[in-house]
């Protein structure tokens, strides 16, 4: 079956940056689009960004638009999260996720920000920005 695997994560100031890879197996990559979600302690688990398939479009929330970069390398089985200006804030597990999209219709932000639209999951890791 698929696995996902996120890295990169760690302990960075405010205002620094990180970036975070997930490396997916077990799956035809390019043909999930895929998400990133993050969980803080207490908090519900809440959409960060994700890009399609071919990487040709790319949705983020607000509260990391303009500070978060999620891109892919379909060559490497790889997406990509680029963290800049990070904020205390922005502390938590961060979830790499697959989605195969199997129905027809239009997918639209809503779609992507679902946690229920992602077939696989990776373990998570951590971010943790002091200020």
């Known amino acids: 079956q698929g696995q996902l695997v996120e890295s990169g994560g760690g302990l960075v100031q405010a205002g620094g940056s990180l970036r975070l890879s997930c490396a997916a197996s077990g799956l035809s990559f390019s043909m999930y689009a895929m998400g990133w979600f993050r969980q803080a302690p207490g908090k519900e688990r809440e959409f960060v960004g994700a890009?399609?398939?071919?990487?040709?479009?790319?949705y983020a929330a607000d509260s990391v638009k303009g500070r978060f970069t999620i891109s892919r390398d379909n060559a490497k089985n790889t997406v990509f999260l680029q963290m800049d200006s990070l904020k205390p804030e922005d502390t938590a597990v961060y979830y790499c996720a697959a989605s195969r999209q199997i129905y027809s219709g239009t997918f639209y932000y809503r779609d992507y920000a679902n946690t229920n639209e992602y077939e696989y999951w990776g373990q998570g890791t951590q971010v943790t920005v002091s200020s």
């Open positions: 890009i399609t398939r071919s990487g040709g479009s790319t």
